[in-house]
């Protein structure tokens, strides 16, 4: 069973999360920010993983605790559920197209975590969400799930259009990488560590 079940608790944040990676899309998400609570549910559908999430912090200081702190147990999560990357394809690429803003992301579950974040917004909020935040999300998902992800907005305006885009990317590049299409160890070094 590829799955995980962490809990991250600070005095900025209180978070329950659990993924089960070979699901079929389901969510339940209980979350004060709404913007990413609407594009986490958007992940879950897309990659077809079942996503159970539990969180709240200081979002009377701003979000940037939480959106950090979620980040860094998503990438916890997907490492551990994981385990060996036995048999796994590795990589995944998509490329998105959502209305006039157009997404690209690749992945690879290579046990070492780079991000490329080629992606400017027109607008400084999504409503109440600050944009710059995004990035802060990808970091610490990379850092913690160790994979190099690379996230580029080919083109687009619509800010909202742009990160609904970024993330259905990321979902379909994920729920190919992560396809088990064998037992070995997709490395000549024989780990993915």
Not at 58 to 70: G, P, S
Not at 136 to 162: D, P
Request: proline fraction near 1%.
């Amino acid at each position: 069973m590829r799955t995980a079940k962490l809990t991250r608790e600070t005095k900025e944040t209180q978070i329950f999360l659990e993924l089960h990676l070979d699901g079929s899309g389901k969510y339940d998400i209980e979350l004060e920010v709404g913007f990413l609570k609407h594009m986490l549910e958007l992940f879950s559908h897309h990659s077809q993983i079942d996503l159970t999430l539990k969180a709240k912090g200081d979002t009377y200081i701003d979000y940037h605790h939480l959106v950090e702190d979620i980040g860094i147990l998503l990438g916890k999560s997907f490492y551990q559920a994981l385990g060996d990357k036995k048999g796994i394809k590795r990589y995944g690429h998509a490329v998105i197209p959502m209305d006039e803003a157009l997404i690209e992301t690749a992945v690879d579950f290579s046990g070492r975590s780079y991000l490329v974040y080629n992606v400017d917004f027109f607008t400084e909020k999504i409503g109440n969400f600050h944009t710059e935040l995004l990035e802060e999300f990808f970091q610490a998902f990379t850092q913690n799930a160790k994979v190099n992800l690379h996230i580029i907005k080919r083109y687009g305006k619509n800010s909202h259009h742009i990160a609904e885009g970024i993330f259905k990317s990321l979902a379909k590049s994920i729920k190919e990488a992560i396809k088990v299409e064998g037992d070995a160890i997709s490395s000549t070094k024989g780990v993915l560590e």
